[in-house]
């Protein structure tokens, strides 16, 4: 196993960000379906009810991974286990290339989070783990901004591609083959920063746990990281569907474009963290999180456009203040042993904000309507944020440090 000491100064000193290029291309995948659920739509047939199945056993897979092995390349390392996840990512995108029904739409989907599963806590430890001590800092960006920034480019590609390329169905997936291959070779440059690393065969699922040093900030940061992905899953899952069956905007690159601004806009809402300090940045995200939902209710009501690009942007950046003061404080007071698993288990909790509101607004879509539905779950959401950023003032002392 190559250390990291010995490894070529040129890739000690950028390993992080090649890692964050694998990180971004795997999450890519995840999203990469999102405008092409119209067109499924018109060649298999289905409600929009089964469009937030589909996303939602996506957020399952991904659920399921983090909690069974979540914590696993803390014992067998992070290369084993970013090499699995960019296999399930390459499969996921094998199975879509040949979806011609619901269920292989949900093995594609259900492959899709596995990959995302796997990288999502492991890929975040390997790019702070590969960063040089001066550069610590900037990684925590790079390695959520890889994360985010790679789950917008995933509906941008797909949207451009399948409007202005032969083949919609068909070449997203295959261009993502590539840069997967891409991937894999560039992890094969980086060394393994595991010590005393185990092999794969002997990983076995563990109960997840938390350290006892990390429980106390925990508990505010999952709670602003569900309150923001659930914006996120709304606008990945239905909004496709609002605006080409309400706003009648059926260019599919427009519709990736929308779907990209508000992961754009999370990478854009970390940069002010430093600023702020990760404990501010929680509420200040929560906050911010309420006038993008606002917005997005205005959108719904009055059937405009307008508002809902002013949402995406808004709430975009009140999710990433959140996501990167959440694993900010979270890594901060892990154990290095441990911060896979933990960072995995932040992740639980903000994927379980992707999935159970989304499959709510698809079940009231039917008797009240999809625009209705997204104004009951503006509701909700908006009160969920209030909640927790009143806990999150609640719980931070005077002498807090930020």
């Known amino acids: 196993m190559t250390d990291r000491r010995t490894a070529r100064p040129a890739v000690a000193r950028s390993g992080y960000l090649l890692a964050a290029v694998a990180f971004a291309v795997c999450m890519a995948g995840t999203t990469l379906p999102t405008p092409l659920y119209g067109l499924y739509q018109q060649e298999i047939g289905f409600s929009e009810l089964t469009v937030t199945v ?21 014992t067998v390392g992070r290369h084993p286990v970013l090499l699995c996840g960019l296999g399930f990512a390459a499969c996921s995108a094998v199975v879509f ?32 783990e590969l960063a040089p001590p001066a550069q610590r800092a900037r990684a925590g960006f790079v ?30 997936f295959v261009v993502h083959l590539g840069l997967l291959a891409a991937s894999v070779a560039l992890l094969l440059l980086l060394p393994e920063t595991v010590a005393g690393a185990r092999p794969l065969r002997t990983a076995r699922p563990v109960r997840p746990s938390l350290p006892p040093e990390v429980r106390r900030v925990f508990a505010p940061a999952a ?6 992905f659930s914006l996120l899953g709304l606008f990945t899952s239905v909004s496709p569907a609002f605006l080409t069956g309400v706003l009648d905007i059926h260019n599919r690159a427009v519709v990736g474009l929308i779907v990209f601004a508000a992961f754009f806009a999370s990478t ?49 950046a009140g999710q990433g203040m959140g996501l990167r003061g959440a694993v900010g404080e979270v890594a901060a007071a892990s154990p290095a042993e441990h911060r896979g698993g ?16 989304v499959i709510g607004v698809g079940l009231l879509t039917g008797p009240v309507g ?10 909700c959401m908006a009160v969920l944020a209030a909640a927790s950023g009143a806990y999150l003032l609640r719980q931070a002392s005077p002498g807090t440090q930020t």
């Open 54 to 74: 589909v996303f939602a056993v996506y957020a399952f897979g991904v659920i399921g991974v983090l909690l069974l092995v979540g914590n696993v390349s803390d």
């Open 97 to 128: 290339l040949a979806a011609d029904s619901v269920p292989l739409l949900c093995l594609g989907r259900l492959l899709s989070g596995f990959s995302a599963g796997l990288f999502t806590g492991a890929g975040t430890a390997y790019v702070l």
């Open 143 to 172: 390695a959520t901004a890889a994360n985010m920034g790679g789950l917008g480019c995933g509906p941008l590609l797909s949207g451009l591609l399948s409007e202005y390329a032969p083949g919609p169905l068909v070449l997203p």
């Open 223 to 228: 709670i602003a990281a569900f309150a923001g």
């Open 268 to 316: 854009l809402g970390q940069l002010l963290v430093p600023r702020l300090g990760t404990a501010r940045a929680i509420p200040l995200g929560c906050l911010v999180l309420i006038a993008g939902l606002a917005l997005l209710a205005a959108s719904l009501a009055w059937t405009t456009l307008a508002p809902l690009v002013l949402s995406a942007l808004v709430g975009g």
């Open 342 to 357: 933990v960072l995995s288990a932040l992740f639980v909790v903000a994927y379980f904000g992707i999935s159970i509101p």
């Open 370 to 379: 999809l625009a209705h539905a997204g104004l009951v779950f503006a509701a």
